[in-house]
């Protein structure tokens, strides 16, 4: 069992910053690739960042220069520091790991998503 819980999300006026936060727990071997997304209203889930373990990121087009992806292994932690926010940034943002875990007397891959959480920037 493999848990994904994020904080750090709210209400922030133009320009503003937050820092999304995703702790992984549960029986983990090694996580892999890192992300977060986000879904607005009416619109598709999309990738704002990912990041592999091997740390190399990559970033939507609409946030490159603003935000950044990082993870800390140690904690099992991936974070999204956004900057210079703006009001197409609102969305509810979700993070994704794929993770090796332990299954009985081997291991298991799998895709986990945390639960959402709001951002809304004021105009």
């Known amino acids: 069992q493999v848990q994904l819980v994020e904080s750090g999300g709210g209400l922030v006026q133009t320009g503003g910053s937050l820092r999304l936060s995703c702790a992984v727990s549960g029986s983990i071997f090694s996580i892999n690739a890192m992300g977060w997304y986000r879904q607005a209203p009416g619109k598709q889930r999309e990738l704002v960042a990912g990041?592999?373990?091997?740390?190399?990121?990559n970033y939507a087009d609409s946030v490159k220069g603003r935000f950044t992806i990082s993870r800390d292994n140690a904690k099992n932690t991936v974070y999204l520091q956004m900057n210079s926010l703006k009001p197409e940034d609102t969305a509810v943002y979700y993070c994704?790991?794929?993770?090796?875990?332990?299954?009985?007397?081997?291991?298991?891959?799998?895709?986990?998503w945390g639960q959402g959480t709001q951002v809304t920037v004021s105009s």
């Open positions: 994704h790991a794929y993770v090796t875990y332990y299954a009985g007397s081997g291991y298991g891959r799998d895709d986990y």
């Open positions: 990041i592999t373990s091997g740390t190399s990121v």
